[in-house]
């Protein structure tokens, strides 16, 4: 596998359910992102996690819970989520600006969890 | 705050026809990168050219090119001879370094959805 994988890639859930996102990159990158797109919306950054440490948290409700155990996965623990938390929800990877190079800083996005909320 | 305006929501055009992608962007920072993302159908992210604070000089790559002025704060998009596989949401974005220094997180646009018809 490369890239970025996302799985699943559709769920559908209702409002007591608990249910998890999972992201995975095989790029090597050190740096990992959950992104909300909703429909008319500017993609929302939700969590950056930069080497396994969450480094930014935008006020994303605690019905969203991530959880990065290594620098290749990342989580997304949904529960009690209401209809208007039905989104696409994106996964991304980066490498940070230390590291150099060309792809330096560039995120890597999966092709996303498309989550409807009843 | 930093912020990223794409004014145009929609935009058809016919096969051939040349198209320009408008994008204004706002930071505080001298320091910064301004990105352009191609999301297809499927979903995932693309990612299309990186260009930081620093280098104003245009890209050209294939059919694709930018123009870049700070005096202004556009970053614009040109697709030439446009095809119906140019049709996409094209999201332009600006990142900001992260105060952890390395890492950085976009701030995107609303996306402009680009029809090429046949």
């Known amino acids: 596998e490369t890239g970025v994988t996302q799985t699943p890639r559709h769920l559908v859930m209702g409002m007591t359910n608990k249910k998890s996102l999972k992201c995975e990159q095989h790029l090597g990158h050190n740096a990992m992102y959950w992104y909300k797109q909703s429909a008319k919306k500017p993609l929302e950054l939700m969590f950056v996690y930069s080497l396994e440490e969450r480094v930014e948290n935008n006020s994303v409700p605690s019905r969203f819970s991530p959880e990065c155990p290594n620098s290749s996965h990342l989580f997304l623990h949904l529960h009690t989520l209401q209809p208007e938390d039905s989104a696409l929800y994106l996964c991304?990877?980066?490498?940070?600006?230390?590291?150099?190079?060309?792809?330096?800083?560039?995120?890597?996005f999966g092709a996303g969890s498309r989550l409807t909320v009843l | 705050a930093q912020k990223v305006t794409q004014a145009q929501t929609e935009i058809s055009v016919v096969e051939k026809e040349d198209v320009t992608l408008d994008c204004v962007y706002e930071t505080r920072d001298t320091t910064y990168y301004l990105f352009w993302y191609k999301q297809p159908p499927s979903g995932e992210l693309v990612f299309l050219i990186r260009?930081?604070?620093?280098?104003?000089q245009n890209e050209i790559s294939g059919r694709y090119s930018w123009n870049f002025q700070k005096s202004t704060s556009s970053f614009n998009f040109t697709i030439t001879a446009s095809q119906v596989v140019d049709s996409a949401v094209y999201f332009c974005?600006?990142?900001?370094?992260?105060?952890?220094?390395?890492?950085?997180?976009?701030?995107f646009g609303k996306g402009i959805t680009l029809s090429v018809r046949p």
């Open positions: 974005a600006l990142s900001e370094l992260g105060f952890w220094g390395a890492n950085s997180k976009l701030t």
């Open positions: 260009r930081n604070s620093f280098d104003e």
């Open positions: 991304a990877s980066s490498q940070d600006l230390l590291a150099g190079g060309p792809g330096a800083n560039v995120l890597t």
